[in-house]
Structures are given as C-alpha cells and as structure tokens.
C-alpha cells in the first residue's frame, strides 16, 4: 500500500522497527459529544485492557523484561501513546484540522491513540491491547469494551458527568501494566495513596458490568477476562521458554493457541 511507503519514508527506522501486532476493537457512539466523554474516561482502564493482553515480552530475540514491549515500542511514534484529553468535539476538530494543515498527519488514521473517536465509523476505537493469541480472548476484550462503553453511555444520558483523570496518573498506570502485566498494582484517584493490585481492580470491574453484559448477552465473553488473569500471553510465552524451549517454540506455541483456541499450558 503506497500509504505504508509512505508512512516508512516520513518515519525512517521508527516505522522500520515496527514489527509489532495489536487488537483494536471499535464500538459504536450514537453522538460526536459521547465520543469525546467517552474516550476521555476510557483512559482510566487503559492498564485493565494491557494487562489482560500483554503478549510481547521478547523483542529482537531477548527478553525484555517486560509483559508488553509493543506498547512502549509503538509510543516511538510521534501521533501514537496516550490520547490528548479533549473539551469537546469542537477541540477534537481543531486538533485535527491543525495536524493536516501542517503536513504532519493526511487523516485520523495516523493519529494511533491508545484510545481515539473514528469519525469514519462513528465508533470510539480501543487500540491499546497486544495481540492476542486466542479467539476466546479476543471475545473477551471485546466483550469488556463493549460492556465499558455502552455503561459510560447509560450514565451520560442519566444526567452524570464522566471522570477524565489525570493524565500523569494514566501514564503511570499504563507503564505499571507494560512492566509487571498481571501482577502489577495501579493507582487509583489523583493522590497517588491508593493503590490497588490490577487483578484486583479487574474483578471489580467485571463484577460492575455484570449486568450490561447480561443485558447485551456476552456474559460468558466477559466473565473470561477473570481466566486470562490467571496465565496471561506473556506468562505463557517465557513458560515455554522455562522448560528449554527457544524462541521458535514459543512461536509454534501461538501458532497452536490460535488453532485449537486452547491456551497452552
């Protein structure tokens, strides 16, 4: 595609490095104003989604160290990481309409936010989790996205405000779920003196959305995010590394995974 040349040619070696594969998933906004609420607040569980996703610790052949060295590699990128918390679609626009004017981007589609309104699809995009081996996983981080944003939609017509929080505390929390995956702990609310183990905050938050699930019937989808807590991609990944496999192992292993939709042990 004469974009992707393109793309490379601006980028040089940031896009030549980025052998690197995520899960997007798109759900539906009924106006241009509940995508920006929307998108704001979804950034509080930007670590939910990587943690329960994080399936890139080895990069160039070594072990980084890292549950997702794909989210700290695609944020070498000068429109992608974190997403700007906007006033409004107005603000949205403007931003937009200054990126073009300048050259810097041709479309919405070079600005990759870990979070961004689609105007094309009228959708709000989730773009934050790795890629994930299994269709059962796939389900259900699409299951927790769609369950998340139909219950932030309810309260907006229920007259409530939706938390836009603050953007130091959504970056240390996203590198907190990079770096220890599962087993880190996130801050919670802006003070910095309440911080909660992730595991813990995802039952939380499976359990809140219980009812939505039920009422757009993907119980069971949702209900799986609990099981991927439990052996997550990455954690797989260097078990099979552990037992004396290579890298080339590990590859098969997913290869499996996405076969027979059954995690490896």
């Known amino acids: 595609n004469p974009r992707y040349a393109r793309l490379v040619e601006e980028m040089q070696w940031m896009a030549r490095r980025l052998q690197i594969f995520g899960i997007h998933v798109h759900v539906g906004i009924r106006s241009a104003e509940k995508a920006i609420a929307i998108a704001n607040a979804l ?11 994080a399936s890139s610790p080895y990069w160039m052949g070594r072990d980084t160290g890292l549950a997702s060295s794909r989210s700290k590699v695609f944020e070498g990128l000068p429109t992608a ?17 200054t990126l073009v004017a300048a050259n810097a981007v041709q479309s919405i589609r070079e600005v990759w936010w870990d979070i961004r309104p689609h105007p094309d699809f009228g959708t709000v995009e989730l773009r934050i989790c790795d890629g994930i081996p299994t269709m059962s996983e796939i389900a259900a981080v699409a299951a927790l996205s769609q369950s998340l944003v139909e219950w932030m939609d309810h309260l907006i017509d229920r007259g409530y405000s939706l938390p836009t929080p603050k953007s130091w505390v959504v970056r240390e929390n996203k590198w907190r779920a990079a770096r220890h995956g599962v087993e880190a702990s996130i801050i919670v609310g802006d003070s910095g003196d309440n911080v909660v183990p992730i595991c813990d905050a995802v039952h939380e938050l499976v359990e809140e959305l219980a009812p939505v699930a039920e009422r757009l019937e993907c119980t069971k989808e949702l209900r799986h995010c609990l099981t991927m807590l439990e052996a ?16 080339q192992d590990v590859v098969d292993s997913l290869v499996t995974e996405l076969a027979t939709d059954e995690p490896s042990g």
């Open 43 to 53: 950034s509080a569980y930007i670590p939910h989604f990587l943690a329960l996703s």
């Open 81 to 97: 990481g974190l997403p700007y918390q906007l006033s409004g679609w107005d603000e949205f626009e403007q931003f937009m309409a």
């Open 232 to 247: 997550p991609s990455y954690l797989r990944q260097r078990a099979v590394v552990e037992r004396g496999g290579s890298l």
